[in-house]
């Protein structure tokens, strides 16, 4: 998982957010905290052991870059970083084998498939801006014109216009 510049810097507002101390440095439970806030959910033993797992070689990836690793228990900012790239691949493993049986049980095309994915994301943005904190229907500012949020943002304003 490749991150953009928006996304390591919301890594490291959290990472700093949970850095108490501000030592630039994580203690384990820490780290579980962080990736509980950035959505990740570890239901069983098993699967702290397997991210504990990666986490070693997290390190050793860090260290392979040239960054500096401080010794276990601690994480710093760079091996987080490496752990997020684990996970967010594994996650996105898991969907695309998700999306690939639920295809082959349906016996929907790949474009069929790729098109009802379209529909449940609009929907879900769509929902996201009338049923947000403030509910305005509005698309965000930085949101191009054309875009698939924009037009659902359009669409909701004229649905909500005529009833």
């Known amino acids: 998982a490749g991150f953009t510049a928006a996304e390591i810097a919301r890594f490291r507002e959290l990472f700093d957010k949970f850095d108490d ?26 699967e702290r ?20 690793v401080a010794p276990a228990p601690c994480v710093n900012f760079w ?3 490496q752990l997020l790239r684990d996970l967010f691949r594994r996650d996105d493993r898991q969907t695309l084998d998700k999306v690939s ?3 082959q049980l349906s016996k929907f095309s790949s474009a069929e498939v790729s098109e009802f994915q379209d529909v449940f994301s609009n929907w879900y943005e769509r929902d ?12 965000p500012p930085e949101t191009p014109a054309g875009s698939p949020l924009a037009m659902v943002a359009e669409d909701t304003k004229m649905l909500t216009k005529s009833s």
């Open 21 to 46: 101390k501000k030592t630039g440095l994580l203690r384990n439970e820490q780290v579980w905290w962080l990736l509980t806030a950035l959505g990740h959910q570890f239901r069983n033993a098993e």
């Open 49 to 68: 052991d397997q991210v504990a797992e990666q986490l070693e070689r997290a390190r050793a990836r860090a260290r392979e870059c040239g960054a500096t």
């Open 128 to 139: 996201a801006l009338v049923y947000s904190e403030g509910g305005t229907g509005e698309a």
């Open 79 to 81: 091996v987080l970083v």
């Open 101 to 103: 049986k639920a295809a």
